[in-house]
Nanobody, 113 residues
Framework: QVQLVESGGGLVQPGGSLRLSCANSRSIYAMGWYRQAPGKQRELVATISRGGGSTSYADSVKGRFTISRDNAKRMVYLQMNSLKPEDTAVYYC?????????WGQGTQVTVSS
């Protein structure tokens, strides 16, 4: 059983940056970051291949967010720059595609002045 643990969220002003971390990933899986804003469905933000050589991003975050992983440390990261109020959401990591049993508690990101 994999217990993914997200951290690094917080309150940040528009234009600011945050770095999210996801612990306990597995190198055998491609991984992704997902987010769910109030009243909206959970959406895929970014994915990274098992070895880290291939990444993909939602159009809404392309050029602002960077996903990375360190398989030796079993960590996945999401560097978020130029944050906008519409980035406010709970952010989750999971495999890509998702495994329902791996959803963690997520980490809240709030972008507000």
């Amino acid at each position: 059983q994999v217990q993914l643990v997200e951290s690094g969220g917080g309150l940040v002003q528009p234009g600011g940056s945050l770095r999210l971390s996801c612990a306990n990933s597995r190198s055998i899986y491609a991984m992704g970051w997902y987010r769910q804003a109030p009243g909206k469905q959970r959406e895929l933000v970014a994915t990274i291949s098992r070895g880290g050589g291939s990444t993909s991003y939602a159009d809404s975050v392309k050029g602002r967010f960077t996903i990375s992983r360190d398989n030796a440390k079993r960590m996945v990261y999401l560097q978020m720059n130029s944050l906008k109020p519409e980035d406010t959401a709970v952010y989750y990591c999971n495999t890509a595609p998702v495994k329902l049993e791996y959803w963690g508690q997520g980490t809240q990101v709030t972008v507000s002045s």
